[in-house]
């Protein structure tokens, strides 16, 4: 899925991507000097920490306007426009690794992905990542839902977030050989008094391209974050439920 980010506001309202990014970092094994794929490296900070760890890195996204940021920010690193469902490489490398990401892409799209990493990989090589895993997000979806229906719209979550099951699975019959799975809730702090509100306008655009009016669009958003307010909202901060599915796996 393509959407328009709004690279300026994604790095200073949503940094904690990143931060919560370095920890999937921790499960490369491969040593320094080996060359890392950051695939859908966004503003590129995590390819950056990549660097700094001593990794070779490139990093893909197809969002020009999140390169624009990355390339600025980190004039010396090599970022790749491309679609993580249909990409390769001049050269294969030692770990493909990806953060936050993956959920974007269609269920039905996930076994081009898989066969395209599973391409720039030299063999033995290691896919790490982490992307939202099944539950992601339930209460602010049932949300928005409820909200939806009762303005006589009904809500497409645009987001694919499976169980360990069923993407071990995927990745078994692409080729990959499963070393670590785990699955955790992940309640995450926004910024901000406006953190719902602003998650919502900046992530779920695709849900509300039905909602043709901009007013009934911002009543609708501020019904779903009332309506959260009880079980996301405590002691003056607001929380997104994220739920992460982190994976490492080697290339068969
Ligand atoms: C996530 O990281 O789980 C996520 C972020 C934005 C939208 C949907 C999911």
Not at 32 to 41: I, Q, R
Not at 177 to 196: H, I, S, W
Not at 220 to 245: C, F, H, P, T
Request: net charge negative; proline share 3%; aromatic share 12%.
């Amino acid at each position: 899925m393509n959407i328009a980010w709004d690279g300026a506001a994604y790095t200073s309202n949503f940094s904690f991507v990143h931060q919560y990014g370095q920890s999937v970092i921790e499960l490369i094994e491969a040593g320094k000097g080996s060359a890392v794929l950051d695939l859908g490296c966004g503003n590129g900070a995590l390819s950056n920490v990549l660097r700094e760890k001593g990794y070779l890195v490139k990093g893909m996204d197809a969002s020009p306007e999140l390169l624009d940021i990355a390339r600025k920010n980190h004039p010396t690193i090599e970022f790749i426009q491309a679609d993580a469902t249909c990409f390769s490489l001049a050269e294969p490398v030692d770990v493909v690794f990806s953060n936050a990401v993956l959920h974007w892409i269609d269920r039905e799209q996930q076994d081009n992905m898989l066969n395209c990493v599973h391409d720039v990989l030299k063999e033995s090589g290691e896919f790490v990542f982490e992307l939202g895993g099944y539950g992601n997000n339930d209460q602010i979806h049932g949300a928005l839902r409820e909200v939806f229906s009762a303005h006589g719209f009904s809500y497409n979550m645009p987001f694919y977030f499976p169980t360990i099951g069923e993407y071990t699975a995927l990745l078994e019959r692409a080729g990959f050989q499963v070393r670590f799975a785990v699955l955790f809730d992940r309640p995450t702090e926004l910024k901000g008094e406006n953190g719902m509100k602003d998650w919502i306008n900046m992530f779920l655009k695709t849900p509300f391209s039905v909602v043709k009016r901009e007013d009934e669009k911002e009543a609708m958003i501020e019904e779903a974050v009332r309506s959260l307010q009880s079980s996301l909202y405590k002691n003056g901060i607001w929380y997104s439920d994220y739920v992460r599915l982190r994976i490492r796996s080697i290339r068969l």
